[in-house]
């Protein structure tokens, strides 16, 4: 069964993008009852929100098909999500007003379980009663995602504005679907493909597209983790709600990460760091007719990293027939606790095939799966492995 989320909607200009909201809760799986203040409903019709929700649009707290909806609605509710939040649905909620049927919701519901998305005029915002009201409402455990700086309806530009669909989303999410294991560790996922540089306009790399490692940072990032993408050359969007270094060589790559080691819970090396380097690279466009370039291995950055405590996924792509064959020879040669064996067929695609090695020997196959379906199951090989570690109460 999905998990429910509640959204509601209260009367901003802004109230145009909560379709777009809903929208992407249900693609993310949720069941999501609609609740529209009054001043919502002027701004945009409930049809729109009855074509997107199978779950109902509610606006009326005294309707008697919707009696005592402040309650039922809550129940197996993982969260409220007010959006977009005006500055009088805030205040109402920092005050314990219960006048219509959100507001009644909203002081209902356990603080904690609330995220509010604020849209307003920037003085409205920055007015000391409006920051009261959110800081009392942190106070007390409930959620923001603080409004943006950029172009208001009222014409000018400041804060205030609504933060992006796609971001209010992942929020929500993260606070919906937060792993017991995973919620607030720092994981780092690399991506992509490395480049060594021949002269200023060639460089040597492969055909990595990142699409796995940008995958496993939004599976991560969904479950709560807080992520940091460091992400070589990709061929796909960069995901939303992640920190990311970019890197261009295998030295930068290995110096951004020892920096971030101490501080971090698990790294996923799914990066397809470029093998070879010239011994020397020129300083101006080559222009010999025949040419001959001296490379060399670059350094291997997963066994150049200093020890840690880290869980270490490695990934490995072979292009023989047996692609596991070495996979876990690279396991125990790089101190991993598990490693990602990978056919080179499925390098730049968006399926893949997979086996992952534990260092225990067992084994997980996975045939023909979108990376988005390997990624996830990733983060639960990742969470079991943290939780090993853990120290047991
Ligand atoms: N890796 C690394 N440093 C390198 C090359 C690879 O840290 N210079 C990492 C990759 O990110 C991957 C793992 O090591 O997680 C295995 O990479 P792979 O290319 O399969 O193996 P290599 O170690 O490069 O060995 P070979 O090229 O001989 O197969």
């Excluded at 208001?152 to 929020?171: F, H, N, S, Y």
């Excluded at 060594?196 to 939004?218: C, F, H, Q, W, Y």
């Excluded at 599976?219 to 993408?229: D, I, N, S």
């Excluded at 598990?338 to 196959?365: C, D, H, L, W, Y």
């Amino acid at each position: 069964m999905n998990e429910r989320l509640l959204l509601g909607v209260s009367g901003s200009i802004a109230a145009y993008k909560a379709p777009l909201i809903l929208r992407k809760l249900t693609e993310q799986g949720f069941s999501v009852p609609v609740v529209l203040t009054r001043a919502a409903s002027r701004f945009i019709g409930r049809v729109t929100f009855e074509s997107l929700t199978k779950e109902g649009v509610y606006d009326n707290l005294w309707a008697r098909r919707q009696a005592l909806s402040h309650i039922s609605l809550l129940d197996g509710t993982r969260l409220v999500l007010v959006a977009p939040a005006t500055a009088n649905i805030i205040a109402k909620a920092a005050s314990g007003i219960a006048d219509d049927l959100l507001s009644s919701i909203l002081l209902a519901a356990d603080p904690g379980k609330v995220l509010f998305a604020p849209a307003m005029n920037q003085g409205m915002w920055e007015n000391p009663a409006t920051q009261e009201n959110v800081n009392r409402l942190k106070k007390r455990g409930a959620n923001f995602v603080e409004p943006g700086f950029g172009k208001l309806a009222c014409g000018v530009t400041g804060e205030g504005r609504l933060a992006e669909p796609d971001e209010i989303a992942l929020a929500a999410e993260r606070l919906a679907r937060a792993h017991p294991v995973l919620a607030d560790k720092r994981i780092v996922v690399t991506a992509g493909r490395t480049e060594e540089e021949i002269d200023p306009v060639r460089v040597i790399t492969n055909r990595s597209s990142g699409r796995m490692g940008t995958e496993l940072a939004k599976a991560f990032a969904r479950r709560g983790a807080e992520v940091t993408l460091v992400a070589g050359e990709i061929s796909v969007p960069l995901p939303c709600g992640v920190n990311v270094i970019r890197v261009r060589s295998a030295i930068e790559m290995l110096a951004e990460l020892t920096a971030i080691l101490p501080s971090t819970d698990a790294l996923l090396m799914a990066a397809a760091i470029a093998d070879y380097t010239p011994v020397q690279s020129a300083s101006s466009k080559l222009k010999d007719k025949d040419l001959s370039i001296k490379i060399t291995r670059t350094p291997d950055v997963l066994g150049a990293l200093p020890d840690s405590s880290a869980v270490l996924i490695g990934f490995s792509v072979e292009t023989e027939p047996d692609w596991t064959k070495t996979a876990s020879e690279k396991l125990s040669a790089k101190n991993l606790d598990a490693i990602v064996a990978n056919p080179a067929t499925v390098i730049g695609g968006e399926q893949t095939e997979a086996e992952i090695i534990f260092t225990s020997g067992k084994r997980m196959r996975c045939t023909s799966v979108a990376k988005e379906v390997l990624a996830t199951k990733l983060v639960e090989v990742v969470a079991e492995l943290l939780a090993d570690k853990e120290p047991h109460a």
